[in-house]
């Protein structure tokens, strides 16, 4: 079975750009989470999405944003970039409650 | 508000040695607690999962254990490999209103094993 996959996995945006980064769970999966890593902060939680509705958010501006689709697929867009928006962002999917699953993450450099 | 902790931050150990890595959360009222591996640069990989009824899992050469009401967690690698250096997280699940996919995470602890 094959894993969680992002796309891309490397970008490199200026301040101001807006930015999307794409995730696919697993097959059969129906959770996704998002999450942000810095040195500084570490692993900090986004958003989770069940079923295309956003189950949970995390503590962050309203610029970060997602959705997930029908096929549980799911976007995570960042508007107006700042230099601290830098990081490796990671998504995870589950099928219910259980392990999380991690893809390889997008590395995001903001110039 | 939840609040994961891991000490050390850092482990260096020679080949061949039982370790154990600790974690500890300020909320007994958690959902599961979940133990990853992540090599550098790279995402995690899942070690082991223990529910919150659970007091340990084990697969292979690892060991995790649970305890809510001193709000610890334990992962013991028996008998380190080089291969085990890696950054070790671990991670507590709530139940917020039904959803339990929000992983609260500690800063880890990187383990080297020395040959």
């Known amino acids: 079975k094959a894993g969680v996959t992002q796309t891309p996995r490397y970008l490199i945006k200026t301040r101001g750009q807006q930015v999307t980064l794409s995730c696919s769970p697993i097959?059969?999966?129906?959770?996704v989470s998002w999450y942000q890593q810095t040195p500084g902060q570490g692993l900090q939680f986004l958003f989770e999405y069940f079923s295309e509705t956003q189950r949970n958010k995390g503590n962050f501006p309203g610029r970060f944003s997602g959705r997930q689709f029908s096929n549980s697929r799911s976007e995570m867009n960042v508007s107006t970039l700042e230099l601290g928006d830098s990081a490796l962002y990671l998504c995870a999917s589950s099928f219910y409650a259980d392990t999380q699953y991690f893809g390889p993450g997008t590395r995001l450099t903001v110039l | 508000k939840q609040e994961v902790t891991q000490i050390p931050a850092a482990l260096s150990v020679p080949e061949g040695e039982n370790l154990v890595l600790n974690c500890s959360f300020t909320?007994?009222?958690?959902?599961?607690l979940q133990w990853f591996r992540q090599d550098p640069g790279k995402g995690l990989t899942s070690l082991l999962l223990i529910q919150s009824s659970q007091r340990e899992q084990t697969s292979g050469r690892l060991n995790a254990s649970l305890d809510k009401s001193s709000g610890r967690s334990t992962l013991y690698i028996a008998a380190s490999q080089p291969g085990d250096s890696a950054t070790y997280l671990c991670a507590a699940s709530m139940n917020y209103g039904g959803s339990q996919g929000n992983l609260i995470f500690g800063k880890g602890t990187k383990l080297s094993v020395k040959p």
């Open positions: 097959s059969g999966h129906r959770s």
């Open positions: 909320d007994s009222a958690i959902y599961n």
